[in-house]
Nanobody, 121 residues
């Protein structure tokens, strides 16, 4: 059974940086696309970024493009989300998810438990 665990969230000031990690236990992530979603209170879940199974293709939402970078370390079975120049509107619970392709992430059954990111002065 694929289990995803996120870490790296926390409280950061506007303009600061955080790096989120998504680690898989049980199964390898090598043949899966992995993405990051976020959900703020009272708002719908938003797909933030995705990296394909080979790591050579990435997507970003317009709201984070140029500030966030997704990457994967196959040796560590981990996917990262580097978040720079954080803004208050980035405050949310961040979830990672895995699926065969980035376009099927929204329907996947494989989700982590989430990690809270709070951007505030």
């Amino acid at each position: 059974q694929l289990q995803l665990v996120e870490s790296g969230g926390g409280l950061v000031q506007p303009g600061g940086s955080l790096r989120l990690s998504c680690v898989s236990s049980g199964w390898t992530l090598d043949y899966l696309a992995v993405g990051w979603f976020r959900q703020a209170p009272g708002k719908e879940r938003e797909e933030v970024s995705c990296v394909n199974d080979s790591g050579d293709s990435t997507t970003y939402s317009d709201s984070v493009k140029g500030r966030f970078t997704i990457s994967r370390d196959f040796a560590k079975n981990t996917v990262y989300l580097q978040m720079n120049n954080l803004k208050s509107e980035d405050t949310a619970v961040y979830y990672c998810a895995a699926a065969g392709q980035c376009k099927t992430l929204v329907d996947t059954e494989y989700w982590g438990q989430g990690t809270q990111v709070t951007v505030s002065s």
